[in-house]
């Protein structure tokens, strides 16, 4: 097969694949790239494999930077374009079921081909468009098929996470797994405890925003994989609320990922913390998903108030109205939007009256007294009772303090 049109990406990289082969040494882009490229998807990174070794590769360039130089890779400086460049290799001896313990330079293709995950990542693209295909990974391509280069068994000992990454490309590209493939995961997923729990964060967020998550969630939970991540083991039944999803349902971030997760498990505010910690998500994702659960219990209590539309905020509420069209809910989330576009400020800062105000002029002193009475003032504006101008905000004051 010969690709007669390629991405500009490629055309770009093109010179670097020809000053290596006029060196004498074989060049090729390897990797998702060419797959993305054979499907008319777009493509991100363009790597590149070759027969030269790390040093023979930094002869030909004269800008070049070793970032992976104990691993055969070597980035080269193309004007503003960065490209890796990676010698072919064999790898032995995963002691830790994620990296090799012995890293070999060789000079053939094959022998560098042979230790990818997958079929359809095991293409290699000649600098004019040919596609080279060891593994009949253009078939499986055609088919939609995601299979194992050589045994399983033996890719899956080498790298565990490559079994998170199978059912990732069943999401995302929308493929069956082959049944040997799917066989040897279900046989070794225990492995998975093996891999850091980030690796398999990143794997699982993206296998939830492919193009279609029902069917990564269904190889997650019939593989067993699913009792190897953080705080899942026994979840099964929760999980499989999942494959009710919206068909049309496209996650776009990692904030409606694990609140979709979190509802569907029937996690509280209080108890998501807990759960998003095992995972090792950022404090910024926990208080997100933190204010859309308090969202989803104020709805299910029937409880919306403009003081949770305003704390939930823009961003994360419609991350949560999402989510609730994912699943179907019973709820006009339209109106949820609406409300809160109804909102007189949207931000504590456009409060016209500041804690400053206050201590100017000597309606309160510093300490909780002071901190109340924003508070209230806040809130009344929120509910309409007060407009939101500095006079009317100091008479509220004034009542409030006068008060207490």
């Not at 490629?10 to 010179?15: G, M, N, Q, S």
């Not at 990174?45 to 590769?57: F, G, L």
């Not at 055969?72 to 290799?89: A, C, D, H, K, P």
Request: aromatic share 6%; glycine share 6%; proline share 3%.
């Amino acid at each position: 097969m010969q690709i007669k049109k390629l991405p500009i990406e490629f055309l770009t990289a093109r010179p670097i694949l020809q000053t290596i082969e006029n060196a004498g040494y074989e060049a090729y882009f390897v990797g998702g790239s060419v797959r993305d490229t054979i499907l008319n998807d777009e493509i991100h990174d363009v790597d590149i494999a070759t027969s030269a070794y790390p040093s023979e590769v930094k002869a030909l360039f004269p800008r070049t930077v070793d970032t992976g130089i104990k691993h055969g890779t070597v980035m080269i400086l193309s004007g503003s374009n960065q490209y890796e460049v990676t010698t072919f290799r064999t790898e032995s001896g995963y002691q830790d079921f994620r990296r090799p313990d012995k890293v070999t330079f060789v000079r053939s293709l094959t022998e560098d081909l042979k230790r990818r995950d997958f079929t359809v990542n095991a293409l290699a693209l000649k600098e004019d468009g040919t596609v080279v295909d060891l593994f009949n990974g253009l078939q499986d391509l055609q088919y939609h098929i995601l299979r194992a280069v050589g045994k399983p068994e033996e890719r899956f000992h080498e790298d565990a996470l490559r079994m998170m990454r199978a059912i990732r490309f069943a999401s995302k590209l929308d493929f069956a797994i082959e049944a040997t493939t799917e066989t040897a995961i279900k046989h070794h997923a225990e492995l998975l405890e093996k891999i850091a729990v980030e690796r398999i964060l990143v794997e699982f967020e993206k296998m939830m925003m492919g193009q279609n998550p029902v069917k990564g969630i269904h190889y997650f939970i019939d593989t067993g994989l699913y009792a190897y991540c953080p705080q899942l083991q026994g979840q099964s039944k929760a999980l499989s609320e999942l494959l009710n999803l919206h068909p049309d349902v496209r996650l776009i971030n990692e904030t409606q990922v694990w609140l979709l997760l979190c509802r569907s498990l029937k996690l509280s505010a209080v108890k998501s913390h807990s759960f998003l910690k095992a995972w090792k998500t950022s404090n910024e994702l926990i208080a997100a998903v933190n204010n859309g659960l308090k969202l989803f219990e104020a709805i299910d209590q029937g409880t919306v108030s403009e003081k949770i539309l305003f704390q939930t905020g823009k961003t994360v509420l419609t991350d949560a109205m999402a989510v609730l069209n994912a699943i179907s809910a019973p709820v006009n989330t339209s109106e949820l939007l609406a409300r809160y576009e109804a909102l007189p400020i949207k931000d504590s800062h456009e409060l016209r009256l500041n804690g400053g105000d206050l201590l100017q002029r000597r309606i309160t002193t510093p300490g909780p007294k002071l901190g109340k009475i924003l508070a209230k003032l806040l809130n009344d504006v929120l509910t309409g009772k007060v407009k939101n101008s500095k006079s009317e905000l100091l008479l509220e004051a004034k009542r409030i303090a006068s008060k207490n």
